[in-house]
């Protein structure tokens, strides 16, 4: 593995070259590193180095988009630096990596001093850990920060929307889920190594919950469905005849999967690209800004961090390409600064709109009829679908870690197809940009979730109605106006958008994962057709 921290590879030149060309000289980007009055000059001090570098290729963030990116880059010969702000969290039986729900610190959050999770009452020095928790007016939406991105504590959920709903939420894109089916789903599914929870784990004791969900879906005329997970089984079978301490087991996986068996972007995509030799990953890199320089060409404005979040180095690194992967929070945020601040110019009116929770909502289905019993084995591998739903939504189970003992309870996730309806502004006080998400937006969705299961026996109880908070934020860089069907940015060559950012709002009522990089797998297989060696 190529590991690049401190310093990394490709053309590093000195501040005094960089700064002599032309091709570093617009005022815009100078001043964000001289001028005054804005947050990175105020960060900027004599202790902290300004190194210079120039790249073919820069990928932003290092998730579903990114590893795919990364990897059908490599693969066409081009040298990439991927610039990701997290850390490598390398797992294996019996390993510590990642902190559990019963006893949460600050690996769990990313630089904040406290949980991420509403109604825990925790407190840490910050640290540079896995989840991120971006605060919106009416709408929190949670993303990964790590190497592998969300891959690294989502559950593994990977679901292909059918046809009509995938048109549902995407209608500019309907004409590409015919070749999408053909081959980009199914080399997402070859790559990641999904399968279905076999027979004999099923039958087992903490997997009551499952078989007790596939059950009452059933009788709320769900149509139960086993979930494709990326998971190498074996683990789950080390657990249960004591050879791993438990995880899968328990649902004890909200901040990664510390026995492995995880088949996620670092250990999939990532790790065939950087086995090519032409990738580098440069952790603990955040991008800060992204702007235009006179020639053209992309100039990327980052931060090196210690995992304490303090600033080590500033580099300006000058690019032919940029593919912005930080995901939908992350690349709307970068967008609309840019934009907002004039680091580029005529960026589309469309940055910044268009996004949605892909209704996602998590559920405490109290009283079903029957016992969940209190180890409740995951990932979350059974669901169901709602055929004739007047708006198409899916239920699926997802293991409560710590299920009450006494308590017939079974936590749920729902999602469906929403209006795009949340926006991002910029706030100059934060240097930031802010989402604004109205909460009606997904109401019709939620009480047709809820009905649903209700009608098998028992309560729902919306766990978000104090705190409303996604897993799967979408949109902000819509396709089909602020980027094409291929994720270029309309009217900006070299800067390419391919993360869960382009996708407005919801992806058909399933998951985002499997469709973020099937889509990522349709558009590279385009750009290098097309734009490798001509555009960069
Ligand atoms: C707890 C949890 C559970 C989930 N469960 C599921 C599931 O079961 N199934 C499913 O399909 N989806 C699930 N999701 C959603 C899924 O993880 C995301 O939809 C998916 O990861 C998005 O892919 P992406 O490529 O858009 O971005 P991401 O995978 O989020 O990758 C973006 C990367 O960019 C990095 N980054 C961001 N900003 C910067 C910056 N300024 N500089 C440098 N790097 C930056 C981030 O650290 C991150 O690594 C879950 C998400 C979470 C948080």
């Known amino acids: 593995m190529s590991e690049i921290s401190p310093a990394f590879g490709g053309s590093r030149v000195s501040r005094r070259q960089a700064l002599g060309a032309a091709a570093v000289g617009a005022a815009a980007v100078g001043g964000l590193l001289a001028g005054s009055g804005n947050a990175l000059a105020q960060v900027a001090s004599a202790a902290v180095r300004v190194t210079e570098q120039r790249e073919r290729a820069v990928v932003v963030g290092s998730g579903f988009g990114g590893g795919v990116s990364a990897l059908r880059l490599a693969q066409a010969g081009v040298s990439t630096l991927v610039l990701e702000r997290g850390l490598r969290w390398p797992t294996g039986p019996n390993a510590d990596t990642f902190c559990r729900f019963a006893n949460m ?176 990953v440069a952790t603990l890199h955040v991008v800060k800004d992204i702007a235009m320089d006179a020639n053209k060409r992309w100039v990327l404005l980052v931060d090196r961090i210690d995992t304490a979040g303090v600033v080590q180095e500033k580099i300006r690194i000058t690019a032919d390409a940029v593919f912005l992967n930080a995901g939908s929070p992350g690349t709307t945020r970068l967008l609309v600064k840019s934009r907002a601040k004039g680091l580029i110019p005529d960026l589309p009116d469309s940055i910044g709109t268009q996004w949605g929770n892909n209704g996602d909502r998590i559920y405490a289905w109290i009283g079903m009829n029957g016992d969940a019993g209190t180890q409740q084995g995951g990932p979350a591998c059974v669901g169901g679908a709602a055929p004739l739903s007047p708006i198409p939504l899916t239920i699926i189970h997802a293991g409560a870690p710590a299920a009450l003992e006494g308590v017939k ?72 106006s602020a980027v094409d069907m291929n994720g270029r940015v309309t009217g900006h060559k070299g800067l390419y958008v391919l993360d869960g950012s382009r996708i407005p709002g919801s992806t058909g009522a399933c998951n985002p994962s499997m469709t973020i990089a099937a889509l990522a797998e349709h558009s590279m297989s385009r750009i290098v057709a097309s734009d490798v060696g001509r555009v960069f």
């Open 105 to 280: 610190d600050n690996r769990s959050a990313w630089l904040t001093d406290h949980s991420v999770v509403p109604g825990v009452d925790k407190t840490w020095t910050p640290y540079t850990g896995v989840i991120e928790a971006v605060e919106g007016n009416g709408m929190t939406a949670n993303c990964g920060a790590a190497v592998g991105g969300g891959s690294i504590m989502y559950h593994g959920m990977t679901l292909q929307p059918t046809k009509a709903n995938f048109a549902a939420s995407m209608p500019m894109a309907a004409n590409l889920y015919d070749e999408l089916n053909l081959w980009a789903y199914p080399r997402v599914a070859n790559m990641l190594g999904i399968s279905t929870i076999p027979d004999d784990i099923l039958k087992t004791d903490p997997y009551k919950s499952s078989r007790l969900f596939n059950d009452v879906a059933t009788k709320s005329g769900l149509k139960p469905f086993r979930v494709p997970l990326p998971i190498d089984w074996s683990f789950v079978r080390g657990e249960l005849d004591g050879r791993y301490a438990p995880t899968y087991t328990t649902s004890d996986i909200a901040f990664g999967v510390n026995n492995g068996g995880k088949h996620s972007i670092d250990v999939t995509y990532l790790a065939a690209a950087e086995a090519t030799g032409r990738v580098r």
């Open 409 to 480: 309870l079974m936590t749920v996730v729902g999602f469906g197809v929403v209006p795009a309806a949340g926006t991002w502004a910029y706030d100059a006080t934060k240097d930031d940009a802010v989402l604004t998400w109205p909460l009606a937006a997904d109401a019709a969705l939620q009480t047709l979730i809820a009905a649903r299961a209700v009608a098998g026996g028992g309560v729902m109880v919306d766990t978000n109605t104090a705190a409303p908070s996604t897993w799967h934020s979408l949109g902000g860089v819509p396709m089909g």
